[in-house]
Each structure stands twice: as structure tokens, then as C-alpha cells.
């Protein structure tokens, strides 16, 4: 059996606990399968996203010339910092997320 123990807190969403209170709860089957489907999903989104890393890559990789302006390479460097930074905070909010399911 496992528990999530994520806390609204940790996540800055502490509104959430408002009204819920705090006995356990099972987490019932149809929900469980509908959250693993929109996992799924999303799971395959960030294999798209791979997918375009990748060409990106090999682009910026190969041998083929590449014309840009100044304010395109400069829109295009803000934006792959954002992208970055998404991924980042993702990752760290997966972490966390990871951690706050125990095996009980």
C-alpha cells in the first residue's frame, strides 16, 4: 500500500485545505485510472518535447548554414531559457511529488 502525503503547503497551494479536512481517504479506482491516463498523456508531451530537443540539436549540430537577425537569436535564446526554465521547475516539482508517495 502507499500514502500520498504531498502537503498543499510545500507546493504554495495552501488554499487547497480549506474545507477538505485531514481524515485518510482511499484513493478510489476509477480516479486512480483516469490520473494514470492523464499521466500517460503527458508522459507522451514530453516525449514530443524530446523529440524536438533532438532536432534542434542535430540542426545546431550540423554542418547547414543557419540566417538569423539580432532580436530573432535573441527572441529565440529567451525563449529556450524559458522552456528551461519550465523544465527545471517541472523537474523539481516531480521530485517532490516522487517523495510524497511512500510505500506504507
Known sequence: ???????????????????????????????????????????????????????????FNSEEAIMATPASLKTFKVQLFKINHALNTALDIAKKLEADIVKK
Open 1 to 59: 500500500m502507499f500514502e500520498i502525503i504531498a502537503n498543499p503547503d510545500d507546493y504554495k497551494i495552501g488554499a487547497l485545505r480549506e474545507g477538505l479536512g485531514y481524515r485518510q481517504i482511499a484513493f478510489p479506482d476509477d480516479e486512480r485510472k483516469k490520473w494514470g491516463k492523464e499521466i500517460g498523456t503527458f508522459a507522451v508531451k514530453l516525449d514530443g518535447l524530446s523529440e524536438k530537443a533532438k532536432h534542434l540539436q542535430n540542426l
